[in-house]
Structure formats: structure tokens, C-alpha cells
């Protein structure tokens, strides 16, 4: 018996096997993107623009720690190509999602580039104006809207039509609720979202509790950098909000900008009772301090002469997920006996 028809079967069997597999694998990819596709397209609106997306993002940039605390408190580590941070801004050894930065690339320690996006093949860059975004680093929603990546605007950044590129459209704690919500609504994770947002508001009104309410409010500047003309929160940066519900008053919460400067001589008129240092980088915390006890024209500022000055993390007061710890802890420091 001639063993041809057998040497053919198998020949054709070694065709058709591969070809099974490779039909295998495509229904495989299809089922897949059926998968990443359901639920969608969702809308939301952010700085005042409706976003949709057709499917769930899955290669992420985030730009500064705020922003990519966002991320990983709501556990989307796992939808994240990477993040842009300088060494330091802000620890990360004490956060609840620790161990998900060790998950997810560190693509840069200086600023952000249209570059870094596209090496890291991102479909959506999360950052703010001035947290990133801007037109003098051809860097912002557009630009990448035309390398085919899509952008999301960290609320508290927004801009407000105001003077200049004045920034803030809503009470701080509400822009991180804002965002934790289309975050949760943007990568279907609404309930986790839901439940951050229950946590921090009850942490933020345990916080408040421990405040008499007849008692006189302590005045309050935050000083970030600066020598010659300080930088400081208005009203819609993160320090307004944290100094507000801890029981204070920020002195500078009539100017409706986020982070601005404003002159030594309106420090010294408002006389604050404590001072809030931005801890970053250099000049260090306690740098900070020793300018500030030994700056002529604030000798007789309360603060100063009390050396009522305490320190709080840049993580803590950029809008993130670290908010209402920095709540709870600067309570506690103006409730000890420090001030009033």
C-alpha cells in the first residue's frame, strides 16, 4: 500500500493546525477588545469640556505625584504605561498604595514631554495646566489630541477665564472628588471611587469635630517658596481647603487663583498666627523656617514671634488622595494649644 494519501494527510494537517491556532488567537484579540469595549462609550466633563471614550484606557501617563495618586488609590496601577515625577515631591514609603508604585514605570524625574508620551505609546495623559500642560512646552490637550492621545485636565488646574492664566473652578476638595469620580466613571471603577470619597469625607468631618465652634478661628498663611515675593494658595489651590476644614482661615483665600504670589507687606498686614511650609525639594523644610524667623520684615508677624510654623508634604497639599490626612493633621497641630 502506497504510504502518499498518509505523507498528504499530514502535510495537510501541518497546514491546517496553524491555521486553527491563528484563528484561535484572533477570536481571542476580538473577544478581548469586545471585553476592554463594554460599557462604553462613557462621557465626562472636565474643565468644562465633555470627553468620551470608546473603550478604557489602558496605556496611562500621569504627571506629579497628586496625579498619580489618583491612579493608585483607585487601584488602576494595572492601566498605567507610567509616571513623570521629580524625586521630590512627596514620600511615598507611607501611603495605603505603596507597593503599586513599584509597579509601575518611573518614565521620568524632570518634566513632561510630548516624547515620553508617545515612547510609552499612551492613549490618555493625565495632567494639569501648570502641572505639565502649557503652551510653552507644546505640551496640552491638542497638541497630543494630534499624535492621537487623549488628555484629562486635573481639575483644581483649570483655568477660569479670570485674569492672566488665573486658575480654580471650584472648591479644592471638591475638584478631588470631581476627579476620582470621572477617573471611576472613565475605567468603570465607580464603586471604588464611591467609597475613597465616603472615606474622605468622613475623615475630613472627624477632623472638624475636635473644633469648638466658638472658638476664634487661627489665621493662617501658606508659604511655599520665594524670597522676594512669596508663593502662596488662593482659593482654589489645595491649602485652602486642608487650612478651611482643619479649622483655620487662610489669609490669602480672596484670591481666586491656586497657586499665586502676592507681596511680604500683605503677610505683614494680615498678620497670620501660623505659617504652613510647602516641604519640597531646596530650600528645605527647616531652610524655609530659619528664612522666615529671620526675615526683618516679618519680625513681628504672631506666627513668627510664636514660631508657630508647621511643615506639611507637597503631596499633601496638591490636589490628591493625601488631602484629608493633611486635614486631619494640621487640625490636630492648630487644636494642641498651638494657637488661640
Known amino acids: 500500500m502506497s504510504r502518499r494519501p498518509a505523507a498528504l494527510f499530514a502535510a495537510l494537517a501541518a ?3 496553524p491555521l ?5 488567537k484572533i477570536s481571542s484579540e476580538r ?10 462609550p462613557v462621557t465626562v466633563r ?24 489618583l491612579m493608585l488609590a483607585l487601584g488602576l496601577e494595572d492601566r498605567m504605561a507610567g509616571y513623570v515625577t521629580p524625586p521630590y515631591r512627596g514620600r511615598i514609603d507611607k501611603v495605603a498604595w505603596r507597593d503599586a508604585y513599584d509597579k509601575v514605570p518611573w518614565l521620568s524625574k524632570k518634566a513632561i514631554t510630548k516624547e515620553i508620551a508617545l515612547d510609552a505609546h499612551a492613549d490618555l495623559v493625565l495632567a494639569g495646566w501648570n502641572y505639565g500642560f502649557g503652551e510653552g512646552n507644546d505640551l496640552t490637550p491638542a497638541s497630543l489630541k494630534k499624535l492621537g492621545i487623549g488628555s484629562y485636565v486635573l481639575t483644581e488646574s483649570c483655568r477660569n ?5 488665573a486658575r480654580g473652578v471650584m472648591p479644592p476638595l471638591e475638584a478631588l472628588y470631581t476627579d476620582l469620580t470621572a477617573l471611576g466613571k472613565i475605567f468603570h471603577v465607580e464603586d471604588r471611587a464611591a467609597k475613597l470619597i465616603g472615606e474622605y469625607r468622613a475623615q475630613i468631618a472627624e477632623a472638624r469635630a475636635g473644633h469648638p465652634e466658638d472658638r476664634r478661628k487661627p489665621t493662617v498663611f501658606l508659604y511655599d517658596s520665594g524670597t522676594d515675593k512669596p508663593l502662596t494658595a488662593g482659593a482654589f489651590a489645595g491649602p485652602d481647603d486642608i487650612i478651611t476644614k482643619a479649622g483655620g482661615v487662610n489669609i490669602t483665600k480672596d484670591l481666586k487663583d491656586t497657586w499665586t504670589t502676592v507681596g511680604w507687606e500683605t503677610v505683614v498686614e494680615r498678620d497670620p498666627d501660623v505659617i504652613v511650609i510647602n516641604d519640597y525639594g531646596s530650600p528645605t523644610a527647616a531652610q524655609k523656617k530659619d528664612f522666615l524667623l529671620h526675615y526683618k520684615p516679618l ?16 503631596a499633601d497639599l496638591v490636589e490628591s488622595p493625601r488631602n484629608p490626612a493633611a486635614v486631619r493633621s494640621l487640625a490636630r497641630y492648630l487644636a494642641a494649644g498651638h494657637v488661640g
Open 15 to 17: 497546514l491546517v493546525l
Open 20 to 24: 486553527t491556532g491563528c484563528g484561535a
Open 161 to 165: 477665564g479670570g485674569a492672566g492664566s
Open 299 to 314: 519680625a513681628n508677624v504672631s506666627a513668627v514671634k510664636h514660631r508657630r510654623i508647621y511643615a506639611l508634604d507637597y
Open 46 to 69: 472636565n474643565c468644562g469640556t465633555d470627553l468620551t471614550f470608546d473603550r478604557k484606557p489602558s496605556r496611562v501617563v500621569t504627571n506629579d505625584i497628586g496625579i498619580t495618586d
Open 31 to 40: 473577544g478581548a477588545d469586545r471585553k476592554e469595549a463594554a460599557g462604553y
